[in-house]
């Protein structure tokens, strides 16, 4: 090789270097905007007088219309109390955490198991896809009003995105039961780009505690 093209792909190589380099900077020194957390809007909304199961089958026991509605809307809990699992006194049992997107296998998280793994076990998510998350739960022993699932989400210790999905309120089942959330865009873009970590909390009108866990996602340019 002459002199001249070895300095020029010299050259060529030292400025694809220093492209990669400050492109690696670039990345690691994003500038994130943190979400401002906002307090909860006070209400004067008061969840109903709870009720057992046995005490709503019990009302009004004598009209044949409303029994049958209540048949068909409690469904095999109307005979009794439907208990799942006898070991576990809560009354919602939070079973798995699923990704749905577009052309994409489900992507499952296990959430009977060791909760403080699952932090270990990042989702991969490409950047601008929409998807949803379904949640899959059990509900025994009692019925459950106002179900709630609230996520927030962190990026480098800053929260980045908060949201609060009303789940509603569900009779005991054997069957296991799900609630979808509405279609998210996931975000895209170099400053998108990177590891994100999730608190997610299942709970209730009257703030039960149903299941807390932490789990993560790397946005990438591509699901690989």
């Known amino acids: 090789m002459k002199q ?4 020029r792909a010299v050259l060529v190589s030292l400025a694809a270097a220093r492209e990669g380099r400050d492109k690696m900077a670039e990345e690691e020194n994003v500038q994130i905007d943190p979400v401002v957390e906002e307090e909860e809007e006070s ?17 009004d026991k004598e009209d044949e219309s ?4 209540k048949e068909t ?5 109307a005979a009794g ?5 006898p070991n576990n006194p809560k009354r919602v049992l939070v079973r798995k955490l699923v990704l749905l ?12 198991g060791d909760l403080d793994a699952l932090k ?13 998350i379904r949640i899959d739960f059990h509900v025994q022993r009692e ?11 962190f990026r480098k210790g800053l929260l980045v995105d908060k949201m609060t999905h009303m789940v509603g309120s569900y009779a005991p089942k054997e069957e296991v039961q799900s609630y979808t959330t509405p279609i998210e865009d996931a975000p895209s873009g170099l400053i998108a780009r990177g590891h994100y970590t999730v608190k997610s909390l299942f709970t209730d009108d009257d703030n039960n505690e149903h299941l807390k866990w932490e789990w993560s996602f790397n946005i990438k340019k591509d699901w690989n």
């Open 4 to 7: 001249g093209h070895l300095i």
């Open 43 to 59: 209400t004067t909304y008061k969840p109903p007088p709870e009720k057992s199961l046995q005490e709503m089958i019990e009302t």
């Open 66 to 69: 409303l029994r049958k509605y």
């Open 73 to 77: 809307l409690l469904g095999s809990s």
């Open 81 to 85: 109390a439907v208990v799942v699992d």
């Open 101 to 112: 997107a577009e052309g994409q296998p489900e992507k499952e998280l296990d959430l009977t």
């Open 120 to 132: 270990d076990e990042a989702f991969t998510i490409k950047e601008g896809i929409s998807y949803k």
């Open 143 to 153: 019925i459950v009003t106002g179900m709630k699932y609230i996520q927030r989400t």
